[in-house]
């Protein structure tokens, strides 16, 4: 596709349930993001890839959240036993190189209930 | 997962006033960039700057890449309703280092 894509666009899960998010970066782009975001606030950074390879994982909040990428390309952010807490929109950006401008996706809309 | 200092946090201004918001950090940048975000949507990006003292515009949006490589700022010009949202500053300190993004600036455009 021409653009950063995630799925699903929205998710309802049970609290305690674990959830996948999906974010299929742009073809050819090394380095992807991924970014939590409350309503109306600020991107809270989570865990940057360079290849499939995760340099700064520090923003993970944590041990239920875990994120891998395959073959340079696709992304899964996992999160388990989800929790109230946990509800709010993550965003996915990819970036040709680390320092080039980075194109984010449309985010999936978390709701745990 | 550093973050940069933006300012303001929010600015409430009339229609066809100008708008000033600047990121700041303590460490050198090689990279910024502005970001937009309208509700319900992603960041878009607006202006990207690589060299200090780099001065780039973008229709009424005009954007600096500060000289001491630590500082960048977003002017917006005659402001229209359609400029309201969420505008994120974001820095690459360079190599293999991620982006770190500011907090943003939400602007609120008043009838």
């Known amino acids: 596709g021409a653009g950063v894509s995630q799925s699903p666009s929205n998710k309802v899960t049970e609290k305690g349930k674990d959830v996948e998010l999906r974010c299929d970066p742009i073809?050819?782009?090394?380095?992807l993001y991924w970014y939590r975001q409350s309503l109306g606030q600020g991107l809270e950074f989570l865990i940057y890839?360079?290849?499939?390879?995760?340099?700064?994982k520090s923003g993970l909040p944590s041990d239920r959240f875990s994120a891998e990428r395959t073959g340079g390309s696709v992304s899964t952010l996992t999160i388990q036993r989800t929790q109230q807490e946990d509800s709010a929109v993550y965003l996915c950006?990819?970036?040709?190189?680390?320092?080039?401008?980075?194109?984010f996706g449309q985010g999936t809309r978390l709701t745990v209930v | 997962g550093q973050q940069l200092n933006q300012s303001p946090q929010s600015m409430f201004i009339q229609e066809g006033e100008d708008v000033s918001m600047n990121c700041t950090s303590s460490?050198?940048?090689?990279?910024w960039l502005w970001y937009k975000q309208d509700p319900g949507e992603g960041p878009v990006l607006l202006i990207a700057?690589?060299?200090?003292?780099e001065l780039t515009s973008n229709g009424r949006l005009t954007a600096q890449f500060g000289i001491t490589r630590k500082d960048s700022f977003l002017n917006i010009s005659a402001s229209i309703p359609s400029d309201v949202g969420i505008y994120f500053c974001a820095g690459q300190k360079g190599g293999a280092d991620g982006l770190t993004f500011g907090k943003g600036t939400h602007l609120i455009i008043q009838p």
């Open positions: 700057l690589y060299k200090a003292g």
């Open positions: 073809s050819g782009h090394t380095a």
């Open positions: 950006a990819s970036s040709f190189l680390p320092g080039s401008e980075a194109f």
């Open positions: 890839f360079q290849g499939n390879s995760a340099p700064d």
């Open positions: 460490s050198i940048f090689n990279t």
